[in-house]
């Protein structure tokens, strides 16, 4: 393909990443892949998530909840982009326009400033909440996958291909019937006994092994996983995170600087395994994720026996039980989900039908 740019794709469905050749087109993109496999991708389906900084990857990305991603390292593909399909050139970043956005990384360090008296006056709280709102998908992304690398250094990380399959098709089942969302969702399973699960930023769960092998059914998973989820859509992991972490990583965050967000990986981990979230914050993760499960046809009442389970056994258990500790469970919440559960009169399909739950929940081993 002459005159092409060199990038690599990635199919959404694996971390496998294929040599791939790209030539623009007026309405989209050609992409010949090293198998001979080719592909077209209008303009009108796609999207920039990264490459708006200088030295940055350029990452394009088509389709949801799992997307086809393109990476390029080239930044000349984006200027050729603007000069080849003007009528779709405000779709993509111009590279030409750095300069102004140094200026305005530059303005926003001395903003910085003046947002940190502003922290300090009126309460870290309400302003990580207004960050977590608008800091870059991109950067969560790198901020939680630093976290997570943090996190499976220290523990075994659980590699079960089959049984991880079973774990990501619940998953896949209760994004299907939700609107189009810009993360790529992940659970990793961690060989820890603990009975915890918590949400990291940008679109990943990190499962510990004691809380996976607690459940009894692939519902109750489900509905763990469910509130999980929500808490990423909501962007509580990111809101508590910024609340909870040091000050540079909210001037970090403030500049969306991809580079400082990775260094403070080991930071993040260290939070996100001691979060505690507020009230109101498992209140909306209780009912969102819930209505997760009745959009997805999920029995909601896995989630309902599940968390009455933990609440039961944790009274006065170790430290090794700790999902409660970091989702506290009020006993109206129960009461709420029941009542929204009981609401809904359309039947459910069941889950991971045929497969033996007990063997799924091995994915760490006997």
């Excluded at 092409?4 to 087109?25: E, N, P, T, V």
């Excluded at 060989?191 to 109750?220: C, K, M, S």
């Amino acid at each position: 393909m002459p005159g092409a740019f060199k990038g690599y794709y990635l199919d959404g469905r694996s971390a496998a990443r294929r040599q791939a050749s790209i030539r623009l087109a007026a309405s989209g993109l050609e992409i010949a892949l090293e198998d001979g496999v080719r592909l077209w991708w209008p303009f009108r389906e796609v999207r920039q998530t990264q490459g708006f900084y200088a030295g940055e990857q350029i990452r394009i990305e088509r389709g949801t909840p799992f997307p086809e991603i393109l990476l390029v390292d080239d930044t000349a593909f984006l200027a050729s982009l603007h000069a080849t399909a003007p009528g779709f050139g405000r779709r993509f970043h111009n590279p030409r326009r750095r300069r102004s956005r140094v200026l305005l990384t530059i303005g926003a360090a001395v903003t910085a400033v003046a947002v940190g008296a502003v922290l300090y006056v009126w309460g870290i709280p309400a302003a990580a909440g207004m960050l977590a709102a608008r800091v870059p998908v991109s950067w969560e992304e790198r901020l939680g996958q630093a976290a997570v690398e943090q996190i499976a250094a220290s523990k075994r990380r659980c590699v079960d291909r089959e049984r991880e399959q079973a774990v990501g098709a619940i998953v896949k089942r209760l994004l299907e019937p939700q609107p189009s969302s810009p993360y790529t969702f992940r659970v990793t399973v961690v060989d820890d006994w603990t009975v915890n699960a918590f949400a990291v930023p940008g679109g990943q769960v990190v499962l510990l092994r004691g809380l996976l092998e607690r459940t009894r059914t692939p519902e109750e998973l489900a509905g763990v996983l469910a509130h999980e989820l929500q808490h990423v859509l909501q962007r509580h992991a990111t809101r508590l995170l910024l609340q909870h972490a040091s000050t540079g990583l909210l001037l970090v965050a403030i500049s969306g600087d991809i580079t400082g967000a990775m260094a403070y990986g080991i930071e993040s981990a260290r939070v996100l395994g001691t979060l505690r979230y507020s009230r109101y914050l498992e209140s909306e993760a209780d009912v969102e994720g819930l209505r997760m499960l009745l959009s997805a046809d999920v029995d909601p009442r896995g989630m309902i026996a599940f968390f009455e389970t933990l609440r039961a056994a944790e009274r006065g258990a170790p430290a090794t039980s700790r999902y409660l500790a970091s989702h506290p469970l009020a006993a109206e919440r129960v009461e709420t989900l029941k009542q929204l559960a009981a609401s809904h009169t359309k039947g459910f399909r069941p889950l991971l039908p045929g497969r033996d739950w007990g063997d799924v929940r091995r994915v760490c081993g006997g």
